[in-house]
C-alpha cells in the first residue's frame, strides 16, 4: 500500500500495518518510508516561502529556530504480532503498544499545526495502548523546528503529559537535529531511533540548542529538552519504559505511535519450563552445514577459493558465515555443501571442494518413515522445539489439542525427566506429536514425501501427513487407543509366531503355551 501524508507519511503507514496484524488482513508487514532529492524545484520553492534554515541546522526548539532542513534516507520495520513472534522465536526489539491519526482540519494556515487535533492524537494514541500519561518518559517530537511549529508542539504535549499525577521527567528530542527532515521518511527516523534508545538504554542528545526559545513555556512542567545523552534504564524488570513518536503531516495528517521495552521472561509472556514450552535460547551446534551455488562449475571453484581466501583475512564465526551463505544468497544448478565443526576444518574442505550439479526442478523421491512405539525417550524434541519454529508451532498445535483430552501437559510428558513417557497412555499421543511435528519441520524446509509409511503408532501419524484424518481427529483417536492399551495387565506378554493360522489354533487349544521369562 502506497501511502502518500507528507510528512506523516511512514508512521501513518506503521499505524495502518498494525492496523492490519490487529485485524488477522496479514501476518507480517513491512512499514517503512523513503526520501530522495532528485530534483531542486520543490527546495526551490520551500526556500522562496522562508521555510529552510539558511544555515542548513535543523535548530528544533532552540530560540534561532528558523526554518527546517531536507534531508534525505529511508528506513523499514518489520511488524508481527506478538504472539507469532513469541512462536517463532524472533528477536523482538520493542512493542508497538498503541497508534492513532487524525486530520488537522481548520488551522491558521499551510505552516501553521493545530494544536487542539495533535492533542487529541497523542491522547487516543495512549488510549489504544492502554498507557497513561505519567508512564511516558520520553517522546520523539515532530520538531521541524520553525518558530510557529515548535511552541504549538510543545504546549499539546504538555496539555497531554502534564497530567498532575507524576513529577517525572519526560525527555523529548528530535532526530531531525541529527540528520535533517526526511520528510515522508521522517516518521519511520523518528521511531528507529526510539527503539534505538530503548536497545542502548540511552537518550541520545538533542543538537543545536543554545537558548531554549521561550515560546515554548516549558517551566514548571515535566517536559525537559534533552540536550545531553542521558542513561534510560528500567527502574526493575517488572517496569517497562514507555516512549511516544509523533509525525505531523504538511497536509494535515497526524500520527502518534506508543512503544515499549520488548517483554522478558519475568513479564510472563515468554514460556517457560513449568509444564509449558521450554523457554526459548540459543543451541550451539556441535558442527555446522555451509553451502555455495554458482551458475557453472568453474564460477563455484573460482567462489570456493575466493572464499577460501577471504577466511584467512578474518575472524568471522562459523555459524553467522553459516548462516549467512545458507539463508541469503541465491540459489544456483551448481552446488557445493561443506560441513564443519570449525573455521579451520572448513577451509581445509574449501581447499578441495567436490562439486555436484543439480538439474533445477530435479527432486529425488522421498518417503517419510514413522516408528512406533519403543523410540520414545525422556527430553525427546526439546532441541528441536527450542531452535525450529515450525516443529515448535506444530508442537504447540497438539498441545492445545491434547490440553482436554489427557491429565498432563504435553510438554511435560516430554520434556520432564520422569518416566511418563514410558507409560502406553502417554507414550502414544507423545510420539504421534513428536512425530508430526518433525514432519511439519521437514514439509517447512520444501522437503516434500512421494509416499509415507508408518509402524504401529507412526501409521497414525502418517495417515494424518497423508491427509487421511485432521490433526485433532489423530490426536483423539492415539490417546483413546493409548489409553484402552494403557489399562490392560501390566505383566502381558506377545509373541510373533511363524505359522499358518490353522497350525496356531490347533496348537493353542491342546497344548498351554510356554513363554521364556523376560530378559
Keep these: 500500500m502506497a501511502v502518500d501524508t507528507a510528512c506523516s507519511s511512514s508512521l501513518v503507514a506503521a499505524h495502518l500495518a498494525c492496523q492490519s496484524l490487529r485485524s488477522g488482513e496479514s501476518d507480517l508487514a513491512l512499514a517503512g518510508g523513503v526520501n530522495l532529492i532528485l530534483t531542486p524545484e520543490l527546495t526551490i520553492t520551500f526556500s522562496q516561502a522562508r521555510m529552510l534554515s539558511p544555515d542548513g541546522r535543523c535548530k528544533t526548539f532552540d530560540a534561532g529556530a528558523d526554518g527546517y532542513v531536507r534531508g534525505e534516507g529511508r528506513g523499514v520495520i518489520v511488524l508481527k504480532r506478538l504472539s507469532d513472534a513469541l512462536r517463532d522465536g524472533d528477536n523482538i526489539l520493542a512493542l508497538i503498544r498503541g497508534s492513532a491519526v487524525n486530520q488537522d482540519g481548520r488551522s491558521n494556515g499551510l505552516t501553521a499545526p493545530n494544536g487542539l487535533a495533535q ?117 526493575d524488570v517488572a517496569a517497562s519504559r514507555f516512549a511516544g513518536v509523533s509525525s505531523f503531516g504538511f497536509g494535515g495528517t497526524n500520527a502518534h505511535v506508543v512503544i515499549s521495552d520488548p517483554p522478558l521472561e519475568s513479564d510472563g509472556l515468554l514460556p517457560d519450563n513449568q509444564g509449558q514450552a521450554p523457554g ?44 549467512t551463505a545458507n539463508t541469503t544468497r541465491t540459489h544456483f544448478e551448481y552446488r557445493l555443501a561443506v560441513q ?20 533445477p526442478g530435479a527432486q529425488p523421491k522421498i518417503a517419510f518413515l514413522f516408528t512406533g512405539q519403543g523410540s ?82 507412526g501409521e497414525y501419524a502418517a495417515a494424518c501427513i497423508a491427509g487421511v484424518f485432521a490433526l485433532e481427529d489423530g490426536l483423539r483417536l492415539i490417546a483413546e487407543r493409548a489409553r484402552l492399551m494403557g489399562a490392560l495387565p501390566h505383566d502381558g506378554m506377545m509373541a510373533a509366531v511363524f505359522a499358518d493360522a490353522s497350525r496356531v489354533a490347533e496348537a493353542v487349544s491342546c497344548t498351554p503355551i510356554k513363554f521364556p521369562s523376560p530378559r
Excluded at 287 to 297: C, G, I, N, V
Excluded at 410 to 415: P, W
Design 119 to 235: 492533542q487529541d492524537v497523542i491522547r487516543r494514541a495512549l488510549n489504544d495502548a492502554q498507557v497513561t500519561p505519567n508512564q511516558i518518559g520520553y517522546v520523539e517530537a515532530h520538531g521541524t523546528g520553525t518558530p510557529l511549529g515548535d511552541p504549538i508542539e510543545i504546549a499539546s504535549l504538555r496539555a497531554v503529559l502534564d497530567d498532575g499525577e507524576s513529577n517525572g521527567r519526560v525527555l523529548v528530542g528530535s532526530v531531525k537535529t541529527n540528520i535533517g527532515h526526511l520528510e515522508s521518511a521522517a516518521g519511520i527516523a523518528g521511531l528507529i531511533k526510539t527503539v534505538l534508545a530503548l536497545q542502548h538504554e540511552a537518550i541520545p542528545p538533542h543538537l543545536h540548542v543554545k537558548e531554549i526559545n521561550p515560546y515554548l513555556s516549558i517551566e514548571d512542567s515535566r517536559l525537559e529538552i534533552g540536550t545531553y545523552l542521558r542513561p534510560w534504564k528500567r527502574r
Design 280 to 323: 526459548l535460547h540459543k543451541i550451539e551446534r556441535p558442527r555446522h552445514l555451509l553451502t555455495l551455488s554458482a551458475k557453472s562449475e568453474n564460477a563455484l571453484l573460482e567462489f570456493s577459493q575466493s572464499l577460501h581466501g577471504f577466511l584467512r583475512i578474518t575472524n568471522y564465526e562459523l555459524p553467522d558465515l553459516a548462516f
Design 340 to 359: 564443519a565443526a570449525s573455521l579451520d576444518e572448513l577451509k581445509n574442505k574449501l581447499e578441495n571442494p567436490e562439486i555436484a550439479a543439480i538439474k
Design 376 to 457: 520414545q525417550y525422556p527430553g525427546m524434541g526439546r532441541r528441536l522445539y527450542e531452535t525450529q519454529p515450525a516443529f515448535r508451532g506444530a508442537l504447540d498445535d497438539c498441545a492445545k489439542i491434547l490440553d482436554s483430552v489427557l491429565d498432563r501437559p504435553l510438554f511435560e510428558i516430554l520434556f520432564s525427566e520422569s518416566d511418563a513417557i514410558h507409560q502406553t497412555q502417554y507414550t502414544q499421543p507423545a510420539l504421534f506429536a513428536f512425530e508430526y511435528a518433525l514432519a511439519q519441520m521437514w514439509l517447512s524446509w520444501g522437503i516434500t514425501p512421494h509416499a509415507v509409511l508408518g509402524h504401529s503408532v
